[in-house]
């Protein structure tokens, strides 16, 4: 199984993401899978961990700045990302188009990436995981019917393996 992680870490986001990241990949590599990560070259980031713990790293620059146009995101932390989700997704979609094999599971763990970003990178993988601990999220990351807002689809993995995989209503 091929896996990636698309997520980041810096002075000002902090290690939660990264740290949680990391022990995902390491239980899924126990397991067989092959777990690369994807993350932005931001000042005070953990990158070097990712590397120490023998995962592969593709670095993402941090030299682009957000037109002004791009500023005002409906998401609320979209200035962590350090370009517009735009250049984000073409840069990630860049590193997962000359991947030879082909990608199982995008794991995105990043308040800054969206529905839109999401529906662009996915033609280039099978399935894309979200990690979302900001219940408030929704309503700015995900605009829609509010029927929409209401649901989420949760997979739940384990051994390499989906064990389950259902939209709950909150």
Known sequence: MNIYFRVDSSLEIGS?????CLALAEALREKGAK????????????CSLIEKRGFMLYHLPFNHKIPEDKKKSVVKHAGWLGVSWEIDA???????????????????????????WENNIRPYVKKIMIID?????????FPGPAAELSRRRTI?????????ERTETF
Not at 16 to 20: E, F, L, P, Q, S
Not at 35 to 46: E, T, V, Y
Not at 90 to 112: F, G, K, P
Request: glycine share 6%; with cysteine.
């Open 35 to 46: 777990a690369s990560f994807i993350c932005r070259d931001l000042p005070g980031n953990l």
């Open 156 to 164: 739940i993995l384990a051994a390499g393996r989906t064990i389950s």
């Open 16 to 20: 939660g993401h990264m740290m949680r």
């Open 133 to 141: 601990d900001l219940a408030g999220k929704l309503p700015e990351a």
């Open 90 to 116: 073409i840069e990630t979609r860049a590193i997962l188009i000359n991947e030879t094999a082909q990608t199982d599971w995008l794991i995105v763990d990043h308040y800054a990436l969206d529905r839109q």
